[in-house]
């Protein structure tokens, strides 16, 4: 959005106001306009305004005198449309190190801001809210919208806006860096019907938002579980899903990139379930639900045939304890070896018999066992030699 120069109004009217106020308080500097930049707010709020700096977040009362006003200025010579209340009245003042000054704005709908009224920086002057009391605005203080054009108070809900100002950067007053976004405000919504020269007091409007779909599919169904996902347009839309089975709530999840998806388990197999989803809404985006139930059928087990089964059973052996009980194996033992060079020595190798223990003694207090081999000397046909060898 493009930034918008503020004007601040001048008539003849508001002119010789201008003039008795600078006559009565020779201490008040001239402002330049101020720049409003809607970029520097929440364009998500009302009118561009940033929530956050609203006065004790809205909690206060502002009070105007009339609350409506009906008149083409035939007789008064000022249609309603160029002149607001006579008098407004806020319940609070300016919240401290917001008391540099005040200024008053018609803000419209579209974040154009226009300035209606001669900047107050007297902080002598009590019931202008700078010194922190309830704040009481009359006459053009109040609401001089003489000079205000169809585009800067157009028909439909317009925004009355009544700042409290920092001080600059120097430590003066506001300047054209200093937009309504950087100042402390009061609100108050008017409905205007230019073509009727009708003027009233309205409530807050609702910010628009944009409108959704959502839409529910189910996959991977099996005998006892689904997947359920939810896909809500635009896919920019945050927020979360909650889905129903039945009417009843089963899960909820998060939005991402416009879907949100959750597992169903412990469904009853070749059994028909009815889902719906309800999407919450966000800031931007409005709330949407299903138009109509998904339904899912879980998958009937598939039928098996009758296999005959067979076994063999052994006879049964004895269940007598045989002991400790050591086998060793008779076969003779062959060594053999490589090549024998003369006067070095020569390796023989070869494998023992297997020796089998069996270990069934039950007697819990029988003591562990060891196994040790001894070898004599070896004999053979051309003589013999120690078992050391």
Known sequence: MSTR???ILRTAAASAFAGVVLATL???????????????????????LNPANEIEGGNYTVTWDPTSRTDNGVSSGTPAEKWGPATIKISTGCPADYRMSSRTYIVTADGLA?????ARTNQSAALWGLQGN????????????????????????????????????EGGYPTTDQP???????VQYFKLDRSAHHWEVTSKPTASKTATTTTLAASGTTTMSTTLTATVSPAAATGSVTFSQGGTAIGKAD????????GVSGLTPATAYSFTAAYSGDSTYEASTTSAATAVTTVTPAATDSTEVGVTVPQAGTDQPTGLKI??????????????????????????GEVTVTDDR???SAGAWTLNGSATKFTGSAGEFAASN
Do not use: M
């Open 180 to 186: 309504i976004g950087n100042a402390k405000y009061f």
């Open 255 to 262: 939005v991402s990139n416009g879907v949100a998806t959750l």
């Open 134 to 169: 309830a704040i009481t605005l009359t006459g053009g203080r109040a609401s001089d919208w003489t000079n205000a054009s169809e585009k800067q108070n157009p028909s439909g809900i317009n925004a009355y806006v009544i700042t409290c100002d920092p001080a600059n950067k």
């Open 5 to 7: 120069p503020s004007r």
């Open 26 to 48: 020779a201490v008040a500097p001239a402002h330049a306009a101020v720049v409003y930049d809607p970029n520097a707010n929440n364009s998500a709020f009302p009118y561009h």
């Open 327 to 352: 086998t060793v194996g008779s076969s003779a033992v062959t060594l053999t070896g490589g090549t024998r060079t003369s006067g070095a020595v020569w390796n023989a190798t070869g494998s023992l």
């Open 114 to 118: 226009t300035g209606t009224a001669v």
């Open 362 to 364: 039950r007697n819990a």
